[in-house]
């Protein structure tokens, strides 16, 4: 994407009234103005918050917002031109239970309060592969703890990736942490039972990956108390 390209889109994402950008100091230091009041100041209604964390362009938010109308939707990645598509089609589609937040993930303790979540979904995120990038896994244990803090209880979290190591990583974290795997499977498109929401959203860079015949893996488990 040309230099100019990203600034375009960055000037959209200022005036898009679905996104928000907050500072860095904004959230870190002081108390953050929609920290527990998100589903009232931002989407205006009591609705279900459901989070996409590292959402890229945003096309599995707007999906699943389709499909759930009565249900909030927010994007999160620190990369807002990316996700600029996503909020683009929103506002052009009328979608007011979609929005979209630039912000690093681990910070998402600090921007929702306890228990002001009630769904995590994680796609497709950067497997991090070498041991010195541990800490930078989505699915780690210290990130294991800021979601168990911002979900509601019984609160859930999907994991859709096409990392078999990460498919496998988490599954050996969860198992031994003694948190509840509801649904697992290594080949989400081979299973005929696979959840309608898992199978019937597709990222532009899930189809390439689909047509190199490539697995698509998916968790959904919920951490225990």
């Given amino acids: 994407m040309g230099s100019k390209n990203k600034l375009k889109r960055f000037q959209e994402n200022e005036v898009f009234e679905n996104v928000v950008q907050p500072t860095r100091s904004e959230i870190v230091e002081e108390t953050y103005a929609y920290k527990g009041k998100w589903k009232q100041e931002f989407f205006k209604n009591n609705n279900p918050l459901v989070l996409e964390l ?12 389709r499909r759930n109308p009565d249900t909030n939707f927010l994007g999160i990645d620190i990369k807002g031109a990316r996700f600029w598509r996503g909020a683009k089609t929103a506002l052009e589609d009328n979608m007011t239970n979609v929005g979209f937040l630039r912000t690093q993930i681990e910070l998402v303790d600090q921007v929702f309060a306890e228990g002001e979540v009630d769904e995590i979904w994680i796609t497709f995120p950067d497997p991090q592969i070498k041991w010195k990038r541990t800490k930078h ?7 294991l703890e800021k979601y168990k803090t911002i979900l509601a209880k019984d609160g859930i979290v999907h994991l ?6 990460m498919h496998g990583y988490t599954l ?3 198992e031994g942490l003694g948190h509840d795997i509801i649904y697992a499977h290594h080949d989400i498109y081979v299973n005929h039972e696979a959840p309608e929401e898992v199978v019937g959203i597709q990222t532009f860079y ?3 990956y689909l047509d190199k015949k490539k697995s698509i893996t998916y968790l959904k488990f919920r951490l225990k108390p």
């Fill in 54 to 65: 590292g959402c890229g362009k945003g096309e599995y938010t707007v999906g699943l917002a």
């Fill in 137 to 143: 896994r989505m699915t780690n244990p210290e990130f």
């Fill in 160 to 165: 859709k990736t096409d990392s078999e190591f």
């Fill in 172 to 174: 050996g974290i969860l």
């Fill in 206 to 208: 899930e189809q390439q």
